[in-house]
């Protein structure tokens, strides 16, 4: 029902900053919850941030607060995660998706796109 489509990632230098965008295709987008998540190889999948439907409550986890913004404009169908001062630890494949509710854990979502790397060198 819902294809995502995930870009502007790259290799970056560590306290660059990178926007990604997250297309979603289908009508129901304004529904859900939008999430990013990212996974560098041999870890889990690790949450980032999410945005409700409206907007109006977004999460961060610890290791992007204040670094990270997550934005949405329902009218475009379109995501975003503003990337700023970024690290080497930030070094992953992110995941855009979208959930029924707002929530942290990756299980709840309900479709992901192919992803986009993120590299940061030191």
């Known amino acids: 029902q819902v294809q995502l489509l995930e870009s502007g990632g790259g290799l970056v230098q560590a306290g660059d900053s990178l926007r990604l965008s997250c297309v979603a295709s289908?009508?129901?987008?304004?529904?859900?919850?939008m999430g990013w998540f990212r996974q560098a190889p041999g870890k889990e999948r690790e949450f980032v941030a999410v945005?409700?439907?409206?907007?109006?409550?977004?999460y961060y986890s610890d290791s992007v607060e204040g670094r990270f913004a997550i934005s949405r404009d329902n009218d475009k169908n379109t995501g975003y995660l503003q990337m700023n001062d970024l690290k080497p630890e930030d070094t992953a494949l992110y995941y855009c998706?979208?959930?029924?509710?707002?929530?942290?854990?990756?299980?709840?979502?309900?479709?992901w796109g192919q992803g986009t790397q993120v590299t940061v060198s030191s």
């Open positions: 289908g009508r129901t987008y304004s529904r859900y919850a």
């Open positions: 998706s979208v959930a029924l509710f707002v929530t942290t854990t990756s299980s709840a979502y309900n479709y």
């Open positions: 945005i409700s439907n409206s907007g109006d409550i977004t």
